[in-house]
């Protein structure tokens, strides 16, 4: 059962439009959701977090949105540049137990075209 | 800050050999070290959560006796793929987190990565 789902593989937008990555959750022991970018052949790099006290969170061009209510998040980035295109994962992790560990989603593939 | 490091980046081995992936965290102490795993097109695959001085918690499915994860130090987890296999062929990532430098705390929620580590298995 996949507990956080990014159901695009891929998205294309072009230079300078407004990017929009979702992610959709179910475990609701989630409270805490992250994004990663990802380059082939690299580990994914923290973008940005959220906490679920929150239903917004704002880094430069980045945007994370969360609505609680209807377990879904998304990531928005405005404006697009070619050095966006990416893999992006959304991850979320529980409030309790020692590890914390991460889940993550499949992965959207970001190609923002000049 | 925040630096992971993974060595190596890549290598090819035989099957039946062994193979040693070493991850470091450069400018902090990692009490907890995370094993990953990525196929191609496909997501991360967490394999094993790594705590320092103790017995690494794997996930199911993931067996430690051919995985085997040690984290001797704060700054150091190695992941064995031991008797590899064709199939063991992939992209293998680290993770490090609650950090401390100088005594403070200061990574706690965000896990941060190392560059990976390309295993093809011959």
């Known amino acids: 059962d996949q507990q956080v789902k990014q159901n695009s593989p891929s998205l294309s937008v072009q230079e300078g439009r407004i990017s929009i990555l979702n992610c959709d959750y179910t475990n609701s022991m989630f409270d805490y959701f992250l994004w990663y970018k990802k380059y082939p052949a690299e580990g994914p790099t923290f973008l940005i977090s959220i906490s679920s006290i929150k239903d917004k969170n704002e880094d430069g061009r980045f945007t994370v949105f969360l609505n609680k209510s209807a377990k879904h998040l998304s990531l928005h980035i405005v404006p697009s540049q070619p050095g966006d295109s990416a893999v992006y994962f959304c991850?979320?992790?529980?409030?309790?137990?020692?590890?914390?560990?991460?889940?993550f989603g499949s992965g959207t593939q970001l190609t923002v075209l000049p | 800050g925040a630096v992971v490091s993974q060595h190596p980046s890549r290598v090819i081995c035989k099957s039946g050999t062994s193979v040693k992936i070493e991850c470091r965290s450069l400018d902090f102490q990692a009490t907890t070290m995370f094993w990953y795993r990525q196929f191609p097109k496909k997501s991360l695959m967490l394999m094993a959560t790594s705590n320092e001085g103790s017995k690494a918690t794997y996930e199911q499915g993931v067996e430690k006796d051919k995985f085997l994860i040690n984290h001797a130090s704060l700054t150091l987890s190695t992941l064995t793929v031991t008797s590899a296999h064709p199939e063991d062929s992939s992209f293998y990532i680290c993770s490090a987190r609650d950090g401390r430098a100088g005594g403070r705390v200061v990574l706690t929620d965000t896990q941060y990565f190392g560059p990976g580590t390309r295993l093809t298995v011959l």
């Open positions: 991850a979320a992790r529980p409030s309790s137990g020692s590890a914390r560990q991460l889940t």
